[in-house]
């Protein structure tokens, strides 16, 4: 299993511009979240999934979209880009019936200038 | 107000010791609080989850405490190595339903030879 994989690993955004996040996992979880991580600041959740179809907003959800189509994946949008959204983002998911740890993915980093 | 909080102040320890970590809480009745390694440029990684109801949880040469009266966990690391190095977070769920974390702002452990 590959376990939770983020592209792009890296990125710059110029301020206003949109981009996908993306966030894939192998391991048939049905919990998925999305978390930006500021130095000094923690984790924090932007939104979550609890199946495909199914999201909601996390404790700090504006600025960013999510979509739940499959099992598999759980793109994070960014429209129109703001420099306070530099931060690294974390994709993580849990099976629901297990352990309640939460596996996740190696971040991507972004830049907005 | 919700706070979870653990010392921002790096840990630094000779190899050999036991390094011991504190996450306090503030208005939260966690089921569970979990602990996770984050090393630089990786996402965090899983390392023990202990109920309310257990006082104290082992995993190799890792030990962690739960003292709901106090509202604090203690995370110890016995015979600590180099490779022990890392950035360590806390974290309980935000309420009861599908688990979704708040998490600590991590303390920081450089164990040296």
């Known amino acids: 299993n590959a376990g939770v994989t983020q592209t792009p690993k890296f990125r710059i955004l110029k301020i206003g511009q949109s981009m996908t996040l993306q966030c894939t996992q192998d391991?048939?979880?049905?919990?998925m979240y999305w978390y930006r991580q500021d130095p000094g600041m923690g984790l924090k959740l932007i939104y979550y999934?609890?199946?495909?179809?199914?999201?909601d907003k996390g404790e700090v959800p504006n600025g960013y979209n999510v979509s739940r189509s499959t099992t598999e994946d759980f793109p994070l949008r960014l429209e129109l880009a703001a420099p306070s959204q530099t931060s690294v983002y974390f994709c993580?998911?849990?099976?629901?019936?297990?352990?309640?740890?939460?596996?996740f993915g190696p971040g991507t980093r972004l830049t907005v200038t | 107000s919700q706070k979870i909080e653990q010392n921002s102040e790096a840990l630094n320890i000779q190899e050999g010791k036991t390094a011991t970590l504190t996450c306090n809480y503030t208005?939260?009745?966690?089921?569970?609080l979990q602990w996770y390694r984050q090393d630089p440029g990786r996402g965090p990684v899983f390392l023990l989850l202990?109920?309310?109801?257990?006082k104290e949880k082992r995993k190799e040469r890792l030990k962690v405490t739960f003292d709901t009266t106090l509202k604090q966990s203690l995370f110890h690391i016995t015979a600590s190595q180099p490779a022990d190095s890392a950035t360590y977070l806390c974290?309980?769920?935000?309420?009861?339903?599908?688990?979704?974390?708040?998490f600590g702002t991590g303390t920081r452990l450089l164990v040296s030879p």
């Open positions: 993580a998911s849990i099976y629901s019936g297990g352990s309640y740890e939460q596996y």
């Open positions: 391991m048939n979880h049905n919990y």
């Open positions: 999934s609890v199946g495909a179809g199914i999201t």
């Open positions: 208005n939260y009745s966690p089921a569970y």
């Open positions: 202990i109920r309310e109801n257990e």
């Open positions: 974290a309980l769920p935000r309420d009861t339903g599908f688990q979704k974390l708040v």
